[in-house]
C-alpha cells in the first residue's frame, strides 16, 4: 500500500520575524532545493538561535530532518510548531508531515491520529485524506491477519484453567462421597423390598 510522501513545506517566510532570521531561513530553503538537508538543518538551527519562535524555521527544520530519516526529532520539532503557532495551516501541515513520520516507523495507530488532527485543521486537504483512509485499511488488514492467531491461544488457556490437578486429598474425598452415596442407595433399595411391595410395571 502507497501512501503519498509528499512533505508539506513553506517556502517563504509569511512573518517577517526578523531580518536576521529570514536570511538564515532563506538560506535553508535554497539548500533544501538543492536535497543538500545538511545544510538546510544547519541553517535553520541558525534562524531558531536567532529567534527561538519562528515557527516557519521549526517547521522546515522538522522537513529537513524527516528528509534525513531523523524521524524522532523531526516530531519533537512538528509537535512544537503545533503547541505554538497559531497558524492553522501550519498546525495542519505538521500534523499531516508528523503523519507520515509515525508511517515511516510503521506506527499506524499513532500516523491515524496525526493524519485526522490534521483534517480537523483543515478538512479539505485530498492527500491527507486519502493517506489516513490507507492507514485505516491497513490497520485492518493487520488486525484480520492476527485475529485468528489470538483466538486460538485463549480456547487453549481457558481449558487447562479449568481443570485443576487433583492432588491425594482431593481424591480420597471423591471417593468417599462416591462410597457414602452408594451406602445410602442400597439402604433405601433394602427398605423399600423389606415392608413395601413393588408397584406394578405399567
Do not use: C, H
Not at 1 to 29: D, E, L, P
Not at 40 to 69: C, G, H, M, T, W
Not at 119 to 125: I, M, R, V
Amino acid at each position: 500500500m502507497k501512501f503519498f510522501f509528499t512533505i508539506a513545506f513553506i517556502f517563504s517566510a509569511a512573518v517577517v520575524y526578523g531580518q536576521q532570521a529570514n536570511n538564515y531561513i532563506q538560506q535553508g530553503n535554497d539548500a533544501y532545493r538543492k536535497n543538500e538537508f545538511d545544510a538546510a538543518v544547519e541553517n535553520y538551527k541558525n534562524a531558531l538561535r536567532k529567534d527561538p519562535d519562528n515557527s516557519i524555521a521549526r517547521f522546515n527544520l522538522a522537513n529537513a530532518l524527516q528528509k534525513q530519516n531523523e524521524t524522532k526529532e523531526a516530531k519533537k520539532n512538528y509537535d512544537e510548531v503545533i503547541e505554538k503557532t497559531g497558524i492553522n495551516s501550519l498546525k495542519a501541515e505538521s500534523n499531516y508531515n508528523k503523519g507520515l513520520a509515525f508511517i515511516k516507523e510503521k506506527d499506524l495507530l499513532q500516523a491515524i491520529t496525526s493524519f485526522k488532527q490534521s483534517l480537523k485543521e483543515n478538512p479539505n486537504d485530498d492527500d491527507t485524506r486519502e493517506n489516513l483512509q490507507k492507514a485505516l485499511n491497513e490497520l485492518k488488514k493487520q488486525q484480520q491477519q492476527n485475529q485468528p492467531q489470538n483466538k486460538n491461544q485463549p480456547k487453549q488457556n481457558p481449558k487447562k484453567q479449568k481443570q485443576p490437578p487433583l492432588n491425594k486429598d482431593m481424591m480420597q474425598q471423591k471417593f468417599n462421597e462416591l462410597r457414602n452415596q452408594e451406602k445410602q442407595l442400597q439402604q433405601k433399595l433394602q427398605n423399600k423390598s423389606g415392608g413395601i411391595q413393588p408397584e406394578k410395571d405399567w
